[in-house]
């Protein structure tokens, strides 16, 4: 059976799922091997859980830099994958995916994209991460516009009232940039921070200095959970709250960012007919390939013997992987071991001018 929705499949020669550190990294390591990718990932944005649940948090163990945030680490692979330039699809999931005769594999996704590929590799963390949504019916209408799952553009909450849902790390962290320098040129009018109680989760820092900013005014805090909203002329303005004690109250809203982290869902990958172990894509470590030849996982949604869920254990399955890919595309093609300090092809690959002869 074919997939069809009456547009032309992008024709790849590799398609990556998920656009984290590991399958961004994955596109690099492709591209030296002079293979294109497709990327796609459900996030509307590149870097995955790195970016959306500790984009400022330092990360300590990526070798040969002693210490990183998370969108600090996501800006830095944005950067080297750049040169091998891409096609990004993002904020949709990957949905069905079948293998054809000629060993390709046809993919479509939720926003109705369709992809021809010549190989898949998965890197989709635990699965495609979702953002968890106010449960209220009808409210999504205003998602985009005033109502935000996904961090928006700072430009778009400048001299706004933004409310931030949540009580821990996403929403905390969320809260505490956006009211760092009340009154700065860019910066919202007021944050005022919702959480269903007045215990939050979060490290005693961030705590400490959630404390000081109510205390001197740049937080607002309000204990209590959405259950309805009002709207009028399509625009969202007030939500319904219920407080502890059974009370209600109305809350006039202008920008809303739900920050209630992300549900990981392993999705339509466990329809395709790959061996699995505990919601785990079974690989063999020599090239990271799934019980579908063509088909490889890298990153946490893998297992085999020994496995670690470490980001730079990621890059090093996303690199062999690119290896084993470069064999089944191209098996006439040797496969000579180069290093990118001296080798003028991968330096041509990458932009950079060859080394001047001595």
């Known amino acids: 059976m074919s997939l069809d929705d009456g547009a032309a499949p992008i024709e790849t020669e590799a398609l ?13 390591q492709l591209g030296l091997q002079e293979i294109h990718a497709e990327l796609v990932d459900a996030l509307p944005h590149l870097g995955g859980q790195c970016a959306e649940l500790y984009p400022d948090k330092p990360i300590y163990d990526i070798p040969g830099l002693p210490a990183c945030t998370g969108a600090e680490l996501v800006e830095r692979l944005r950067e080297q994958m750049a040169p091998m330039r891409p096609g990004l699809h993002l904020g949709q999931v990957v949905t069905r995916l079948q293998p054809r005769a000629d060993g390709r594999f046809e993919v479509a996704s939720s926003a109705g994209r369709r992809w021809l590929a010549g190989c898949v590799v998965i890197a989709g963390g635990v699965g495609a991460f979702e953002p968890r949504r106010l449960k209220l019916d009808g409210v999504e209408a205003h998602e985009g516009r005033q109502l935000h799952h996904a961090l928006p553009p700072d430009e778009a909450l400048a001299g706004r009232a933004v409310l931030v849902v949540g009580g821990e790390e996403p929403a905390i962290d969320t809260a505490l940039r956006l009211s760092a320098t009340p009154g700065a040129p860019g910066a919202p009018a007021s944050v005022t921070l919702l959480h269903r109680r007045d215990a939050l989760k979060a490290d005693a820092q961030s705590l400490a200095e959630v404390a000081r900013r109510r205390t001197d005014g740049r937080l607002q805090f309000i204990a209590g959970q959405p259950v309805g909203f009002h709207e009028a002329a399509g ?5 319904v709250l219920v407080h502890g004690d059974t009370s209600t109250s109305p809350l006039a809203v202008d920008q809303v960012l739900v920050r209630l982290g992300l549900s990981p869902r392993l999705g339509a990958i466990a329809d395709w007919g790959l061996a ?28 085999y013997p020994g496995k670690k869920k470490l980001i730079l254990c990621g890059f090093h399955e996303a690199t062999l992987a690119a290896f084993a890919v470069a064999a089944r595309l191209h098996p006439q093609r040797p496969q000579h071991l180069q290093y990118t300090t001296t080798s003028p092809r991968l330096q041509r690959l990458l932009g950079r001018a060859a080394p001047a002869a001595p």
């Open 16 to 28: 990556v799922v998920g656009a984290g550190p590991v399958g961004m990294f994955q596109v690099f």
């Open 235 to 239: 625009r969202l303005e007030q939500l």
């Open 276 to 303: 699995l172990e505990r919601k785990q894509l079974v690989v063999e470590p020599a090239g990271f390939e799934t019980s579908q030849p063509g088909i490889h996982a890298v990153g946490d949604v893998n297992t």
